[in-house]
């Protein structure tokens, strides 16, 4: 992509009234079509004014999972999250285009997510195909400091999904939550595509069919927390 597209891509999200983004991380402000507003804790509120629930997608990208759920669950709100504005661009304008309501966006990065995310807050949590991070082991969104921040988001009994082509990745969530000691895994798949799936499983990321492309194999995880 080259330089001037970015950059009116990044010119076009200060203008979009389904995007939040962070510019100072010591600052939980963020701005949206050209106003500062704080949404800690007042999400589903002041951004999607409802009270239906809220569901996290990490490392959203281009933000189809989001996109996805958003189409099929109307009920629930969905808020991608990525630091990568010009993959944001991509969900956030589709979003806008197809008059989805309960579909925003937050970029930033999910290091610093307990800074505009409330204890309790979030329903459910997916992470969809982030990078691995196989030489930075502190990076990868199921090493432990992820998990207690996730803790931290969840109501009782919410969800975090883990979808992804990496089997490093995998083999290395299922080791992370088993010395994590309170949580329970629900649904342990290591192959999904070995059988027809429907439903949530079935969308599929510009990532997900890239490595499909390639007969890589897609693994699942759902848990929750004691």
């Known amino acids: 992509m080259g330089k001037k597209n970015k950059l009116m891509k990044f010119a076009e999200l200060r203008t979009y009234s389904n995007v939040f983004q962070n510019y100072d991380p010591k600052n939980p402000i ?8 704080n949404l800690f804790g007042q999400w589903t509120n002041l951004c999607f ?16 999972y989001s996109l996805g759920l958003a189409r099929m669950y109307p009920d629930k709100n969905f808020l991608g999250v990525d630091i990568k504005g010009a993959r944001i661009w991509r969900g956030a304008t589709t979003a806008l285009e197809e008059e989805l309501n309960n579909v925003a ?10 800074k505009f995310i409330a204890p309790k807050e979030v329903d459910e949590i997916w ?43 995998y ?7 088993a010395n994590y000691g309170s949580i329970k895994i ?16 079935a969308i599929k990321t510009y990532y997900e069919k890239m ?7 897609i693994t699942y995880l759902k848990f929750s927390y004691d």
């Open 30 to 37: 963020l701005e949206s079509n050209g106003e500062q507003i």
């Open 49 to 64: 004014k409802n009270k239906n629930p809220l569901v996290l997608e990490l490392a959203c990208g281009r933000g189809e």
């Open 105 to 114: 966006f937050l970029r930033t990065r999910i290091e610093i997510l307990e």
């Open 127 to 169: 992470i969809t195909f982030p990078d691995p991070f196989l030489s930075k082991e502190n990076r990868r969104l199921t090493a432990n400091k992820f998990l207690k921040m996730y803790s931290q988001f969840l109501k009782p009994n919410g969800l975090v999904h883990l979808k992804t082509d990496s089997r490093e990745l």
């Open 171 to 177: 083999e290395y969530s299922l080791e992370s939550i």
């Open 186 to 201: 629900l649904v342990d798949n290591d192959d999904i595509y070995k059988e027809d799936i429907q439903g949530v499983l």
């Open 211 to 217: 490595h499909l492309a390639k007969s890589k194999k």
